[in-house]
């Protein structure tokens, strides 16, 4: 390499910067010499022995492709080269200019953004709420009803519906006087006060019995999945085939078999479950504080991110979002738009994590490792062949110890901050949206 490739580095705006670089025609021309000898060793042509095919034929056929390759080469070395001399971090690859041919060689701008510095700030003056929470009996007797109910038999009765039975009905709508796609249905199953139907539809089959036929005015809400009915006014001509009460089974040992308790009845499935109920509301609690303390990281730090690790972030998350959707049986194509806010915020706290990780000297503790996994395979029927998964799965077990370095990174910041305890109740933590909707209809 030539040592007089002059280069220029200057900020554009903000994290973006340029490298304006020169490949001398010299360094091209010896690149491409070198390759060409290299190719002329092992090609095969017709006409010509192994290693004795002339270099102005293999200048002929392959010259351009090898001096793509060769400036390529080029480009690239000299480019990280400028980057390490100027001790710029790079966040994602460059953009070239096209090049501008001059005497001495080829004139390439590379632009390209790099990593913010980030001047850590501490979480001293920051509240941070933590729930403390008592497992009562009513809590756990709860939990043992929502598995009765989950195990509950339908069987028909001769009656008016009410809430928590299950009707088949079928169905007839319009909308403006038109019948419409998918206005139309046999032996629809509609659990009363499930809330998966439209506003009104449950609870206008309340008090009606088989063979009733039901008149119901109501309204597709505004973000309903079909864009040509949401929000508009639509009447249901509704008839009930089926009236099904759930019969729920007994509380006694054939149920604790269920859940593979087979010693103990059901105070050693209440053993069970209350134990699991702390472990998921001490996750939960863990979970509640260290978004507290995500949220005050980025108060604190007003850090300008990389678009391009954005467009990364927001890449991925649309894949995610895609794969769920697949499983589901939906295939659309999502605009990254959807994703940007979401991913601008992970990409700043990863930054910002990152930072605090390497100027603390954090590394994942394997105790620790050790301590997230056997919490996390707990629940399961065999946790030792989880463990075994896990402990094979190099990808998996990475996301382990990440998970160990940022919750430590957590604690540390928690002995910053002020920590107040605030009593609450095990519903009001595990399903705040069920305890929203009791307090606004107490």
């Given at each position: 390499m030539s040592e007089n490739t002059a280069q220029q580095t200057e900020q554009?705006?903000?994290?973006?910067?340029?490298?304006?670089?020169t490949v001398p025609t010299e360094d091209l021309e010896k690149a491409i010499d070198e390759r060409l000898r290299e190719l002329g060793r092992s090609v095969r042509l017709p006409g010509f022995r192994q290693g004795r095919v002339p270099a102005r034929v293999l200048r002929q056929r392959y010259g351009k492709q090898v001096r793509a390759e060769a400036l390529e080469e080029l480009v690239r070395n000299q480019f990280y080269r400028a980057v390490a001399e100027e001790h710029l971090r790079p966040a994602g690859g460059p953009v070239l200019s096209e090049p501008e041919e001059g005497e001495g060689g080829l004139t390439f701008t590379a632009t390209f953004e790099v990593y913010p510095e980030i001047e850590l700030?501490?979480?001293?003056?920051?509240t941070i709420e933590k729930p403390v929470v008592e497992?009562?009996?009513?809590?756990v007797d709860k939990v043992i009803q929502r598995l009765r109910e989950q195990q509950a038999e339908w069987q028909a009765v001769d009656r008016p519906a009410k809430e928590g039975d299950r009707v088949t009905v079928d169905y007839k709508?319009?909308?403006?006087?038109?019948?419409?796609?998918?206005?139309?249905?046999?032996?629809?199953?509609?659990?009363?006060?499930?809330?998966?139907?439209?506003?009104?539809?449950?609870?206008g089959l309340v008090g009606a019995g088989p063979c009733d036929t039901v008149e119901m005015d109501l309204t597709f809400p505004e973000n309903y999945g079909k864009e040509e009915l949401a929000g508009k006014p639509a009447h249901f001509t509704v008839t009930v085939k089926k009236v099904e009460e759930a019969v729920l089974p007994e509380l006694d040992d054939d149920f604790a078999r269920r859940y593979a308790i087979e010693e103990g009845?059901?105070?050693?499935?209440?053993?069970?479950?209350?134990e699991n109920m702390a472990r998921e509301l001490e996750r939960t609690?863990?979970?509640?504080?260290?978004?507290?303390?995500?949220?005050?990281?980025?108060?604190?730090?007003?850090?300008?991110?990389?678009e391009a690790l954005v467009r990364e972030e927001s890449e991925r998350l649309a894949r995610q979002m895609q794969a769920q959707m697949g499983q589901q049986g939906t295939q659309l194509q999502l605009p990254l738009e959807l994703f940007e806010k979401e991913a601008r915020r992970r990409v700043a706290l990863g930054l910002i994590l990152a930072e605090l990780v390497k100027q603390n000297g954090i590394k994942a503790d394997q105790e620790k490792v050790k301590e997230a996994l056997e919490e996390l395979t707990a629940s399961y029927e065999h946790p030792e062949e989880v463990m075994r998964w896990y402990l094979g799965q190099p990808e998996r077990l990475a996301e382990i110890e990440s998970m160990v370095v940022e919750n430590e990174v957590v604690d540390r910041l928690l002995e910053q901050a002020e920590v107040q305890?605030?009593?609450?109740?095990?519903?009001?933590?595990?399903s705040p949206d069920r305890q929203a909707g009791a307090e606004t209809e107490a």
């Open positions: 554009a705006s903000g994290l973006e910067r340029r490298i304006t670089f700030q501490s979480l001293e003056g920051v497992i009562t009996d009513a809590d709508a319009t909308v403006e006087g038109e019948p419409f796609e998918g206005g139309e249905g046999e032996d629809l199953v509609v659990e009363l006060g499930a809330g998966r139907m439209i506003d009104g539809f449950e609870e009845g059901i105070e050693a499935l209440r053993r069970e479950v209350r609690i863990r979970q509640k504080v260290k978004e507290q303390v995500m949220e005050a990281l980025l108060e604190k730090h007003g850090v300008p991110v990389p305890e605030r009593p609450a109740s095990f519903d009001e933590i595990m």
